[in-house]
């Protein structure tokens, strides 16, 4: 059965975001992009919320586009333009994009019916609000975080209003040269079954 792996910046306290959506703090070099291409790889779906989706929508196309793109960026805007993609929205009732899929209800139905189907992992890049989402419906399989060492001291929580308990095991981490550690995550009971 294929996983539902979020992929995540955090800081140590626990904020995917500054107050403002500011996310300047975030580090970000070729070592943490091949720790966290390892999971993209693994992936051939991603899932989004509205807003993250607008942000790799007006990013990894130009990037194809590019004669100067290459490395990582060239990479992950191929595998952008491979991957079947959904958008999760309650507000939106059309996308402009016909290659993306628009799911607006029946979320949990509508993820287990993704995971039965063949093929590889499905990835949520960022998406906090659908993280959160997916978190109480106990919808993701892994987290692969990436801690930042910063205290932002408010902004927006990685997990906020999950009234329940989700046992988690430690499947690796990476200490960066950066002072980042990547910490990847498997729901107990997959690593038990």
Not at 18 to 28: A, F, L, T
Not at 130 to 146: A, R
């Amino acid at each position: 059965m294929r996983h539902v792996i979020s992929l995540m910046h955090m800081s140590l306290d626990g904020f995917v975001a500054g107050p403002n959506g500011e996310m300047d703090w975030i580090r970000i070099d070729d070592e943490i992009f091949s720790y966290v291409d390892r999971f993209i790889d693994s992936a051939d779906t991603a899932f989004y919320g509205p807003k993250t989706f607008g942000m790799m929508e007006s990013h990894w196309p130009k990037v194809l586009r590019d004669p100067q793109a290459s490395g990582h960026q060239l990479v992950h805007a191929r595998w952008y333009e491979r991957a079947e993609k959904l958008v999760f929205s309650r507000e939106l009732d059309m996308l402009d994009n016909k290659h993306v899929k628009l799911v607006r209800q029946n979320l949990a139905s509508e993820v287990a019916e993704l995971k039965q189907r063949p093929g590889k992992n499905i990835v949520i890049l960022g998406s906090p609000g659908l993280v959160q989402s997916f978190s109480k419906l106990v919808l993701i399989d892994e987290f692969v975080i990436t801690i930042n060492p910063v205290i932002l001291g408010g902004g927006i929580p990685m997990f906020k209003g999950i009234d329940l308990r989700i046992g988690l095991h430690l499947a690796g981490s990476t200490q960066f040269k950066s002072g980042v550690i990547g910490a990847h995550y498997i729901r107990r009971e997959l690593v038990s079954a």
